[in-house]
């Protein structure tokens, strides 16, 4: 199974920038046609989290607009710049957001490996959180399919970084997280975003991995002080590859035009 993880589009209505310089829009463009072009096709997309940047109706209904290209089974999942009913008002037909409930947990077992959705925002805050709820229900869920393999996604992290400035917008209960995640070794990986960067690191019983923004990403300064700040570093995304009988394996790709490929003579 080939799993396409995308995150951090920060689509805005009508083509607007971001910060007045990052074009968030033609970027996803250019991931799309970098995902369609790839010489084995995805068994799925998921984007996790901060699918636009101001949460509002058009923005949502610009980012559906590009997303029609990919024409692959897509997963999403809220961040912190997203609004829960005006995602979910915008992709009426992706059922698994439905849940009635607050949090946008979802689980998917249509596939090989089974996809595990859980939903860190608090509305209002750049920060994250997992809630006593969502551990209890994390827990039924994998406990439910216990020799399944699966992949958690989530849009905060997990697990501190040293970039302080996002540290501080971190997640709020990782070590209880950590708890249920060391209970079940089934699951391959965690998978997130919000770091704008590829970042991997153990968790419990498994690794927590971030991947990088489709448009920008996080400057990386392990100085105490160092101001929140973006570059223009090469945009990008990951492809996660699994197969029965062996670990999961990540990739991480550039976005965009480059020379090759060429043999090996």
């Known amino acids: ?77 809220p961040g912190n710049h997203d609004e829960r009913g005006a995602l979910c008002a915008a992709f009426p037909d992706h059922h698994y957001l439905a849940t009635g409930t607050a949090r946008l947990n979802y689980v998917i077992d249509d596939h090989p490996l089974r996809l595990i959705a859980l939903d860190t925002v608090i509305p209002g805050d750049a920060a994250g959180q997992v809630d006593g709820d969502s551990l209890a229900w994390l827990d039924r869920v994998l406990a439910s399919a216990p020799h399944r393999p699966a992949m958690l996604m989530m849009h905060h992290p997990p697990f501190l970084t040293g970039i302080v400035a996002m540290d501080e917008i971190g997640l709020a209960g990782r070590a209880q997280l950590e708890s249920v995640v060391a209970r079940h070794p089934q699951l391959e990986r965690i998978i997130c975003g919000h770091l704008h960067r590829s970042i991997s690191t153990r968790f419990g019983a498994t690794v927590a991995s971030t991947c990088p923004s489709t448009a920008h990403q996080v400057y990386l300064d392990f100085a105490a002080q160092a101001a929140a700040c973006f570059t223009l570093e090469p945009p990008g995304y990951q492809l996660h590859w699994w197969r029965a009988g062996q670990s999961l394996v990540s990739h991480t790709l550039s976005i965009g035009k480059f020379p090759g490929p060429y043999h090996f003579e």
């Open 1 to 77: 199974m080939l799993i396409c993880q995308i995150t951090d589009l920060h689509i805005r209505a009508h083509g607007e920038s971001c910060y007045g310089r990052v074009d968030t829009s033609t970027a996803l463009r250019d991931c799309v046609a970098s995902i369609r072009a790839l010489p084995q096709t995805p068994d799925v997309v998921v984007a996790t989290g901060d699918l636009v940047d101001t949460g509002s109706a058009a923005d949502y209904l610009a980012l559906a607009d590009i997303l029609t290209g990919l024409d692959l089974p897509l997963y999403l999942l």
